[in-house]
Protein backbone atom coordinates (compact mmCIF):
# COMPACT_ATOMS: atom_id res chain seq x y z
CA UNK A 1 0.00 0.00 0.00
CA UNK A 2 0.87 3.48 -0.84
CA UNK A 3 0.63 6.06 2.29
CA UNK A 4 0.90 9.48 0.99
CA UNK A 5 1.84 10.66 4.66
CA UNK A 6 4.72 8.77 3.62
CA UNK A 7 6.30 11.97 1.62
CA UNK A 8 9.03 13.23 4.61
CA UNK A 9 10.50 9.38 4.42
CA UNK A 10 14.24 10.66 2.57
CA UNK A 11 14.84 14.28 2.02
CA UNK A 12 12.52 15.51 -1.22
CA UNK A 13 10.39 12.74 -1.57
CA UNK A 14 7.74 15.17 -1.06
CA UNK A 15 8.37 16.63 -4.43
CA UNK A 16 9.21 13.05 -6.07
CA UNK A 17 5.46 11.40 -5.42
CA UNK A 18 3.18 14.83 -5.62
CA UNK A 19 4.15 14.37 -9.39
CA UNK A 20 0.84 12.61 -11.24
CA UNK A 21 3.12 9.70 -13.70
CA UNK A 22 5.54 9.22 -10.64
CA UNK A 23 2.65 8.29 -8.66
CA UNK A 24 1.41 6.57 -11.19
CA UNK A 25 4.71 4.70 -11.65
CA UNK A 26 4.96 3.78 -8.26
CA UNK A 27 1.32 2.53 -8.43
CA UNK A 28 2.68 0.47 -10.89
CA UNK A 29 4.89 -1.59 -8.39
CA UNK A 30 2.02 -2.33 -5.55
CA UNK A 31 1.65 -5.18 -4.52
CA UNK A 32 5.37 -6.55 -4.51
CA UNK A 33 5.50 -5.97 -8.48
CA UNK A 34 9.22 -6.42 -9.84
CA UNK A 35 9.12 -4.80 -13.39
CA UNK A 36 11.58 -3.85 -15.85
CA UNK A 37 11.08 -0.48 -17.58
CA UNK A 38 10.03 -2.20 -20.54
CA UNK A 39 7.36 -4.03 -17.91
CA UNK A 40 6.24 -0.27 -17.32
CA UNK A 41 5.87 0.25 -20.07
CA UNK A 42 3.82 -2.35 -21.24
CA UNK A 43 1.63 -1.41 -18.24
CA UNK A 44 1.70 2.57 -18.75
CA UNK A 45 1.84 2.13 -22.75
CA UNK A 46 0.33 6.25 -22.50
CA UNK A 47 3.67 7.24 -21.70
CA UNK A 48 6.40 8.10 -23.79
CA UNK A 49 9.59 5.30 -23.04
CA UNK A 50 12.17 8.43 -22.45
CA UNK A 51 10.24 10.25 -20.17
CA UNK A 52 9.51 6.59 -18.42
CA UNK A 53 12.59 5.53 -18.23
CA UNK A 54 13.43 9.46 -16.44
CA UNK A 55 10.83 9.26 -13.88
CA UNK A 56 12.29 6.09 -13.17
CA UNK A 57 15.51 7.45 -12.25
CA UNK A 58 14.49 10.05 -10.42
CA UNK A 59 12.40 7.30 -8.09
CA UNK A 60 15.03 5.30 -7.92
CA UNK A 61 17.15 7.97 -6.87
CA UNK A 62 14.73 9.14 -4.30
CA UNK A 63 15.17 5.39 -3.12
CA UNK A 64 11.79 5.15 -3.93
CA UNK A 65 12.58 2.02 -6.16
CA UNK A 66 15.33 -0.30 -5.93
CA UNK A 67 17.14 -2.44 -8.41
CA UNK A 68 16.28 -6.22 -7.30
CA UNK A 69 18.36 -7.55 -10.36
CA UNK A 70 20.26 -6.75 -13.77
CA UNK A 71 20.74 -8.58 -16.93
CA UNK A 72 22.78 -8.02 -19.93
CA UNK A 73 20.01 -7.53 -23.27
CA UNK A 74 21.97 -6.38 -26.87
CA UNK A 75 24.88 -4.58 -24.84
CA UNK A 76 22.85 -2.66 -22.18
CA UNK A 77 22.08 -3.23 -18.62
CA UNK A 78 18.33 -3.90 -18.21
CA UNK A 79 17.30 -3.10 -14.33
CA UNK A 80 14.49 -4.94 -12.84
CA UNK A 81 13.17 -2.16 -10.30
CA UNK A 82 10.86 -2.78 -7.01
CA UNK A 83 9.18 -0.72 -4.44
CA UNK A 84 11.75 0.13 -1.17
CA UNK A 85 10.35 -1.54 1.39
CA UNK A 86 9.18 0.85 3.40
CA UNK A 87 8.79 3.60 1.23
CA UNK A 88 5.12 3.86 1.08
CA UNK A 89 4.71 3.76 5.05
CA UNK A 90 5.11 5.95 7.76
CA UNK A 91 4.86 6.40 12.20
CA UNK A 92 2.81 7.74 13.42
CA UNK A 93 5.29 10.31 14.57
CA UNK A 94 6.50 11.12 11.69
CA UNK A 95 2.90 11.71 10.32
CA UNK A 96 2.19 13.92 13.10
CA UNK A 97 5.53 16.02 11.54
CA UNK A 98 3.87 16.75 8.47
CA UNK A 99 2.20 20.15 8.01
CA UNK A 100 -1.43 20.29 6.90
CA UNK A 101 -0.18 21.85 3.80
CA UNK A 102 2.00 18.71 2.76
CA UNK A 103 -0.79 16.50 3.81
CA UNK A 104 -3.41 18.47 1.40
CA UNK A 105 -1.00 18.45 -1.35
CA UNK A 106 -0.74 14.12 -0.69
CA UNK A 107 -4.14 14.05 -0.85
CA UNK A 108 -4.74 15.95 -3.67
CA UNK A 109 -2.45 13.83 -5.22
CA UNK A 110 -3.96 11.02 -4.28
CA UNK A 111 -7.47 11.59 -5.29
CA UNK A 112 -6.14 13.07 -8.99
CA UNK A 113 -4.29 9.29 -9.06
CA UNK A 114 -7.91 7.81 -8.22
CA UNK A 115 -9.44 9.37 -10.43
CA UNK A 116 -6.87 8.75 -13.51
CA UNK A 117 -7.09 4.92 -12.56
CA UNK A 118 -11.26 5.27 -12.60
CA UNK A 119 -11.03 7.10 -16.24
CA UNK A 120 -8.09 4.53 -17.66
CA UNK A 121 -10.58 1.86 -16.61
CA UNK A 122 -13.50 3.05 -17.60
CA UNK A 123 -12.35 4.27 -20.64
CA UNK A 124 -10.70 0.84 -21.87
CA UNK A 125 -12.79 -1.39 -24.72
CA UNK A 126 -13.03 -4.22 -21.50
CA UNK A 127 -15.14 -2.25 -18.90
CA UNK A 128 -17.23 -3.72 -17.28
CA UNK A 129 -17.96 -2.31 -14.03
CA UNK A 130 -20.22 -5.27 -12.75
CA UNK A 131 -18.19 -8.14 -13.76
CA UNK A 132 -15.17 -6.50 -12.14
CA UNK A 133 -16.97 -5.76 -9.34
CA UNK A 134 -16.03 -1.95 -9.67
CA UNK A 135 -17.28 -0.23 -6.29
CA UNK A 136 -17.47 2.84 -4.37
CA UNK A 137 -19.18 3.76 -1.57
CA UNK A 138 -19.05 5.77 1.20
CA UNK A 139 -20.77 5.37 5.04
CA UNK A 140 -20.95 7.16 8.35
CA UNK A 141 -19.25 4.94 11.68
CA UNK A 142 -20.27 6.15 15.21
CA UNK A 143 -16.94 5.01 16.53
CA UNK A 144 -14.80 5.50 19.77
CA UNK A 145 -11.25 5.60 19.17
CA UNK A 146 -11.20 2.50 20.70
CA UNK A 147 -13.92 0.84 18.31
CA UNK A 148 -11.68 2.55 15.48
CA UNK A 149 -8.67 1.47 16.34
CA UNK A 150 -9.95 -2.11 16.53
CA UNK A 151 -11.62 -1.88 13.64
CA UNK A 152 -8.85 -1.04 11.42
CA UNK A 153 -6.57 -4.02 13.44
CA UNK A 154 -9.60 -6.26 11.86
CA UNK A 155 -8.97 -5.05 8.78
CA UNK A 156 -5.42 -5.78 8.66
CA UNK A 157 -5.97 -9.05 9.61
CA UNK A 158 -8.85 -9.68 7.10
CA UNK A 159 -6.22 -7.80 4.44
CA UNK A 160 -2.61 -9.09 5.45
CA UNK A 161 -3.43 -12.58 3.84
CA UNK A 162 -4.51 -10.93 0.92
CA UNK A 163 -2.04 -8.74 0.02
CA UNK A 164 0.58 -11.87 0.08
CA UNK A 165 -1.37 -13.36 -2.49
CA UNK A 166 0.97 -14.15 -5.68
CA UNK A 167 -0.04 -13.11 -9.02
CA UNK A 168 -1.69 -15.99 -10.96
CA UNK A 169 -3.49 -16.46 -14.53
CA UNK A 170 -6.69 -16.75 -12.52
CA UNK A 171 -5.72 -13.32 -10.43
CA UNK A 172 -6.52 -10.00 -11.26
CA UNK A 173 -4.23 -7.20 -9.68
CA UNK A 174 -7.08 -4.70 -7.99
CA UNK A 175 -5.99 -1.67 -6.84
CA UNK A 176 -7.96 -1.00 -3.37
CA UNK A 177 -8.34 2.76 -2.09
CA UNK A 178 -9.24 3.76 1.54
CA UNK A 179 -9.71 7.46 3.05
CA UNK A 180 -10.86 7.65 6.37
CA UNK A 181 -12.05 11.16 7.83
CA UNK A 182 -14.13 12.14 10.47
CA UNK A 183 -17.57 13.93 9.38
CA UNK A 184 -17.35 17.68 9.87
CA UNK A 185 -21.05 18.58 9.71
CA UNK A 186 -21.48 21.59 11.52
CA UNK A 187 -22.71 20.01 14.34
CA UNK A 188 -20.75 18.34 17.57
CA UNK A 189 -18.46 15.07 16.96
CA UNK A 190 -20.47 13.83 20.18
CA UNK A 191 -23.85 15.13 18.91
Request: proline fraction near 5%.
Amino acid sequence: MISFASMRTMPGVAEVLLHPLRLRIVQAFLGGRALTTAALHAALPDVPPATLYRQVTVLAEAQVLEVVGERRVRGAVERTYQLRAGAGSLGAEQVAALSLDEHRQGFLAFVSALLDDFDRYSGSDDADLVRDMVGYRQTALHLSDTELQDLLEDMHRVLEPRLRLPAAPDRKRRILSTVLLPAVDGRRADA
